[in-house]
């Protein structure tokens, strides 16, 4: 199989502890050590006064790492066709509908339901940022990180194309919490490109590997249960990886059960 | 695009389940849709509720995953020969070959809405109640890879009301790009609480049975669907082609088409031209047609201005409802059915065609030899998809 090249233009980057690709920059390259403190999601000054007081945790998070993945490639972000990948998507919004519709007569407020569909966020980045470029939204349970990097990449590779990717998980509120425990927020974002672009990070070669190859892991015991605990924060081995060097090197990421993503720097 | 080849499909809605019975109804021009009977609610509207759905029993060794969509899921997978299919494809290419591409929108949530009503005393959710393999969006895609014995990559994508569409894309830019070479594809979204009174609570839901693009059209009917498709790299017998794949965004409103429908006519524009189409290439337009006054408006403008007003067209949800995440899979079955019988379906329940609209719009069933269709999907969040089939030959 030919591997598919992309190169990384930009990146965005905003979980525990890490309040964004630039500052946690250290902290990924292992010369500081992570401390773990709550996420701070900024208000998502792109949106329009009424669309920002609507805006939950996830469309926050999602735009938060958009935002900044696009500001470091300094691309038009109103031509620019869209991945949003989530495990979940609006947490709290779905416990409040649940909520309501256990009641004998529900009244379901139109905005909350609105916003429940799973392409909230990107709905919203692309009126923020009026394009009409395509855009689509995926889930694969704890493999939506590997789904979304593979959907991004297969598009950059056929469309020649620069291609956003934006992979984020919020926390559910408790019952739900008990059921499915995402300890806080996670989101990652790629400005990916056909071409190397004026300052690329690095290029990245991508395989599936159906071999039983070990998932890269984190040095820092902590971040590693960060990686295991959120679907998203499973790309920080790609991310230690694009901050620490631009020698060569090999990740392979947590996809499926039975498959894997490989990722060749060069 | 390089054509892709269309090896089976079915499809499984209120209509009835499997490919025969639903070109029955659509010829008889018979409406699946009745007033609401699902979970007694007091919802004063018309459903397109599927059959038997509560007494599907999941293989063997799946219970996890038992909840509504899926058992639709497992219901429409049995129909067809689609399981033979893919059997077939399965040793023809190897199971980490064949990928699984699905579109749902509110996947098992039915079972979270059931678990919120079973609190326990300290308003934890009852014990027996699976997230991962229900409620979460990627369950209907685990459940039928895990059915299908499938090991290929797989995903859900969940664009509202165009999901079903935007997989067959996934499906032609994996095959393309050459991580797979086939792919079952398609979409299930079963009726739950959140739709019904959510959209009811936009005011979109009609109180009687959705009239697309009649004068006095006030809403959507809701129904539930599963479709399928098989597509491989190549076949020396498809049922079908899939042509070409337009995908858009409006960047306009979160629950509001466009008023031009500027990204629905980006995503027609896209998929005649990954086809290498003109307009006049095609015989017949699937419509979204959801019965709304802004979608099919601004639906009416759209494909007025890539196509002119004369193309035939309908809207075929005055039959199935609109089946949501599933819509866009199983417009496209209906579309291989219109080239394979040479029959483009009425648009039912009009009474009034409303004047303000232009297209070409059939309300009676007309036969003749339909040899390329265009579906149009669209979706809250401003997702845009249209697709192209092309029959056989």
Redesign the interface.
Known sequence: ??A?KVWVQGIGLLGPGLASWTSAQDVLRGVQAYMSEPAVLPSPARLPPA?RRRAGAAVKLALAVADEAVAQAQVDPGTLATVF?S???EGIN?HA??????LP??????TR????????A???W??A?????????????D??FG?GL??AV??V??SGQPMLLVASDSPYP???H???ALPDHFGVALLLTPEPGAEPVAELAIT?D?SASAVSSCDDPSLEVLREAIPAAHALPLLSALARTRAKQRIVLD??P??RVQIDLA | MTPLAITAATLTTALGAGRAATLAALQAQRSGLAPVRFENLSLSTWTGEVGGVDAVALPDGLAEFDCRNNRLAWLGLQQDGLLDAVRAARTRWGAGRVGVFLGTSTSGLLQTEHAYRRREANGALPADFHYGATQNTYSVAAFVTRALALTGPSWVVSTACSSSAKVFGVAARLIATGLIDAAVVGGVDSLCLTTLYGFNSLELLSNEICRPWDGARNGLSIGEAAAFALVERDSSAPQAWLLGVGESNDGYHMSTPHPEGAGAIAAMHAALADAGLRPADIDYINLHGTATPSNDAAEDRAVASVFGPATPCSSTKGATGHTLGAAGGVEALIAMLAIEHGLMPAGLNLQQHDTCLQMNYLCENRHAPVRRVLSNSFGFGGSNASLVFGGAE
């Open positions: 199989m030919t598919l669309e990948t495990s979940s998507g779905c509908l649940c909520e309501t519709l256990a007569a529900p009244m379901v407020s139109p339901f609105t916003n429940s569909v799973h392409n909230a990107a709905g919203c692309h009126i940022v009026a394009s009409r470029a395509s855009s689509t939204s995926l889930c694969a349970f493999g939506s789904a593979i959907e297969t598009s590779c056929l408790e019952p739900l008990s059921m499915r599936l159906a996809y499926l039975h498959l």
